[in-house]
């Protein structure tokens, strides 16, 4: 991994979001947007956290088994890897803050699974562009 570790956590492509199990709403297209509307909370928790530098309730977001993708081709970490890389950054304060662009949720019409893609804005030494995707 040769990218610098603030740029690789502000690139990640992959976050995997566990969506707690509910009642089955009265139709499906409540329970689709009740999904939705529960990605993009978790979605909206990351990047807040991330800006606070809250390494706790940003990992919390990831399944034990998540994998994470980043801009290189050289750029796969495990949730422990993942950790091990950017826990000293949030230790040490260093906020990461962005401006949400675009995001877009898809949720199948059962509510189990959902996909989204976003574009976001971060601040550095000038505005730089980001996208993030997952399942």
Do not use: Y
């Not at 050289?74 to 990461?96: M, N």
């Amino acid at each position: 991994m040769n990218c610098r570790p603030d740029m690789m956590l502000a690139a990640l492509l992959v976050l995997v979001a566990v969506i707690p199990a509910q009642e089955p709403p009265a139709s499906s297209a409540t329970q689709q947007e009740d999904a939705e509307r529960a990605v993009r909370a978790v979605l909206a928790d990351v990047r807040q956290a991330k800006a606070e530098a809250d390494g706790d309730r940003f990992f919390k977001h990831f399944s034990a088994t998540a994998v994470c993708l980043g801009t290189d081709a050289t750029e796969r970490w495990t949730l422990p890897q993942l950790k091990k890389a950017f826990r000293p950054s949030f230790d040490q304060g260093l906020r990461r803050p962005s401006v949400l662009i675009d995001r877009d949720v898809h949720v199948t019409k059962d509510g189990k699974v959902a996909w989204f893609s976003e574009g976001c804005g971060s601040f550095g030494t000038t505005l730089s562009s980001l996208f993030d995707s997952g399942l």
